[in-house]
């Protein structure tokens, strides 16, 4: 079976989830038993607490493996992501001097001598259209480069063996 960067995605929220789950029935379960009597398996799904602490060692350990694997396969992709955060940063900074272009008043009052108040023209010192502009460019930058990376996600493939967490998921 080939690993593309998407399943394997995919693969790592499930271990992530299967990790999670068995950490809660760790943290709810009991670590004494009556003396003498067998351990109630029924929190780990018939295995006992031992074993599932060692199945949690296991998928941490493949998490692990699958998080190396994914980098190792992303670096075809590093360039995209870092341009992708640098977008995002940028887009974040346009949309806020967008929406202070959109509030921008045209005038306000100041009191005079004669105890009066004057009108005072205001102009925006930046151009709302050349700030919407240069936020859509980004945006659509943006979505290019996410349209890449969802390409190549599906396409670049992950040095990982699935089959060794399957039993555990």
């Known amino acids: 079976m080939n690993l593309t960067i998407a399943s394997g995605f995919r693969l790592r929220n499930k271990i992530k989830e299967q990790i999670r789950k068995r950490i809660e029935h760790v943290e709810s379960a009991s670590a004494v038993k009556d003396a003498g009597t067998p351990e109630n398996t029924a929190l780990f799904d018939g295995k006992t607490f031992e074993e ?7 998928l941490m350990h493949e998490l692990h493996s699958l998080n190396l694997a994914i980098d ?5 992709n590093r360039e995209n992501l870092i341009s992708l955060e640098t977008l995002k940063a940028s887009i ?5 001097v967008a929406l202070k272009c959109r509030s921008v008043e045209q005038f306000r009052y100041e009191y005079n001598a004669e105890g009066g108040r004057d009108k ?12 919407v502009e240069k936020l859509d460019a980004f945006k659509k930058e943006k979505e290019k480069i996410e ?4 390409d190549s996600n599906f396409k670049t493939v992950v040095h990982f063996d699935p089959e060794t967490v399957k039993k555990f998921l």
């Open 52 to 58: 599932t602490l060692e199945i949690i060692v296991v």
């Open 72 to 76: 190792e396969a992303n670096i075809i």
């Open 120 to 131: 005072i023209a205001l102009e925006p010192v930046l151009n709302q259209k050349e700030i």
């Open 92 to 96: 974040a900074l346009y949309e806020t």
């Open 147 to 150: 349209e890449a990376l969802a």
